[in-house]
């Protein structure tokens, strides 16, 4: 039994992490637009109605299959800014799970911990290029949550609740999220008017109003007095970037995701390939030995990850040895099925969670699938004044120790865990999904994938199945793995953790037989699924009128 329930339509489906977004791309597909403008308007509500999570002074990446069949990814991730360097953090620590943490936590809070932007020059340029529609029509429903307000849901009040100590630095953040001086509760309005005159300047102004104007202006003002990198030539300099998509096989299926800086596609590619080999059906699902097995191939793909994925600008990226079916097989061949094992990068190497995610596809053979973030809750934890724009906090991605593969560099791109994924047979599309999570996004996604193909999983259930993660440290556990579970696996040597949920939640959308699409969204999220029957009337129909006598 799922806790959640799909929706099946043929005209288009939006999937995304809470419903007034989902009711935003709806709006955009009734009117005629197609899977590109709904996607773009669910993003921009979702900056009003998911504050915690997405924003237009973050960054993401969107992986689009066209009608003709073509896919490719828009890098849109968020960027070092120019006088940043190597050592500018002091490090607390050379292990897990310490090993991100610096003193008084500068790359995670505060000014520093800022990146150059990249989201809405991103959103933009795909609108401009993929969509049908204007910005300022895409853009309306985002200004009507904003400015008349909505009803603020548990996972937004519990998010409040956790931060309210950090939220209530900020003069911005107080005033939104903290009504007087405690934090906002469940049900009650939040209205946004600064953010939404904000989001009127950018329909009238377009991106340049954040990269080369007003809003821009303001930010790069704030960094000056608040100690900042940030400054207006980064702005101006932010261009997103369109990429060719990893492919892979599995058991006759082609599951295709975003390349380096992204780590999702050549990683799900890596542990794909050493999943292969193995009876996955057979081990079972939340079984001892399934579970050691994806915890063994996470922690593998995490120990290659941390020499070998970073911006390919910077970093060559070894793509085609890590998705080798010879790497693949060395690497399968030290998986320990009776113990668990520390990994290290596998030879021939170069030694060196919060977001949001959002699924549509039209009726005329378009899909996006794309994840997008300000990196953690609430970003940095500040606004830029005046404007309600809350910072990221993407400089955290970077590693801050100097000389390492993914260390920080002037203009460099942070690498990131996103894992916007379409599932190929024949062809065709299959499944098409992603998830928030940070560094748990793509193992996830890689289960749900493989709940799909080896367990043969509704997609409602292989969305809200129980997940496993592990990067070496800790092998965190979901509540939906059994107790039986757990204990096999401290017997083989995991050091265990029971989390309430690993990742964010997923939003899938299925397609079948005579262009039958299905939305999924779990439980981890306020994931909500639309989708888009009916349609226009027959052509030549023709109303008569009542005749009189």
């Known amino acids: 039994m799922t806790e959640k329930h799909p929706i099946t339509a043929r005209k288009g489906m939006v999937v995304t992490n809470h419903p007034l977004a989902s009711g935003a791309g709806a709006e955009m597909l009734l009117a005629g637009g197609n899977a590109v403008d709904a ?29 003709d069949g073509r896919h490719l990814v828009v890098d849109g ?52 290029r993929y969509g049908t529609m204007r910005l300022a029509d895409v853009l309306d429903p985002a200004i009507r949550c904003a400015a008349r307000g909505w009803r603020a849901t548990p996972y937004l009040a519990d998010a409040v609740g956790d931060n309210a100590a950090e939220l209530a630095r ?166 320990d099925m009776a113990r668990a094992r520390d990994w290290s990068p596998g030879p021939g190497l170069l030694e ?47 590693d801050p120790h100097p000389g390492r593969a993914l260390s920080v560099a002037p203009g460099k791109r942070v690498f990131t865990s996103m894992a916007p994924m379409i599932v190929l047979r024949d062809g065709a599309p299959v499944l098409a999904l992603g998830l928030p999570g940070g560094l748990r996004i793509f193992g996830s996604a890689m289960q749900a994938i493989i709940n799909l193909v080896d367990h043969g999983m509704t997609p409602q259930e292989a969305v809200e199945a129980p997940r496993v993660w592990s990067q070496g440290h800790l092998l965190e556990l979901e509540p939906g793995i059994p107790a039986a579970t757990e204990e096999a696996l401290l017997a083989r040597g995991h050091r265990v953790l029971r989390v309430p949920a690993i990742g964010g939640g997923t939003g899938a959308v299925a397609f079948g037989a005579g262009g039958s699409m299905t ?31």
């Open 39 to 67: 996607a773009i308007a669910a993003l921009f509500t979702l900056t009003v109605v998911e504050p915690m999570m997405v924003g237009i002074l973050g960054g993401g990446i969107a992986h689009l299959r066209l009608p």
């Open 77 to 128: 991730l968020a960027t070092a800014p120019g006088s940043a360097r190597p050592d500018m953090y002091r490090t607390v620590s050379d292990t897990l799970p310490d090993y991100q943490e610096t003193e008084g936590r500068a790359n995670h809070l505060g000014p520093l911990a800022m990146a150059v932007p990249g989201a809405l020059r991103a959103w933009c340029h795909t609108l401009a």
């Open 170 to 335: 900020d003069d911005g953040l107080a005033a939104t999220f903290l009504p007087d001086g405690r934090p906002l509760r469940a049900g009650e309005r939040v209205v946004r008017a600064d953010y939404a005159d904000t989001l009127r300047l950018i329909s009238a102004d377009g991106p340049d109003a954040l990269h080369d104007g007003q809003l821009g202006d303001a930010l790069a003002a704030h960094m000056r007095a608040a100690g900042g990198l940030i400054t207006a030539a980064d702005l101006r300099g932010v261009s997103p970037i369109e990429r060719e998509p990893i492919r892979a096989s599995y058991r006759g299926h082609e599951v295709v995701g975003p390349p380096p800086p992204s780590s999702a596609g050549v990683h799900i590619a890596q542990m794909l390939n050493v999943l292969e080999g193995f009876d996955i059906r057979g081990l079972g699902a939340g079984t001892p030995d399934g579970a050691h097995l994806l915890a063994e191939v996470l922690k593998m793909a995490f120990a290659d990850r941390a020499v070998a994925t970073a911006d390919p600008a910077f970093v060559p990226v070894p793509v085609a040895r890590l998705t080798s079916r010879d790497y693949a097989a060395l690497r399968r061949g030290e998986i």
């Open 352 to 398: 060196s969670p919060n977001t949001t995610h959002v699924t549509v596809a039209d009726g005329e053979g378009t899909i996006i699938a794309t994840t997008q973030t300000i990196n953690s809750l609430f970003g940095a934890r500040f606004t830029v004044p005046g404007t309600g724009m809350i910072a990221n906090n993407y400089m955290y991605n970077f």
């Open 519 to 549: 939305g999924a969204a779990c439980w981890r999220a306020d994931g909500t699924p639309v989708g888009i029957g009916g349609g226009l009337a027959r052509p030549g129909v023709r109303f008569v009128p009542e005749q009189r006598p």
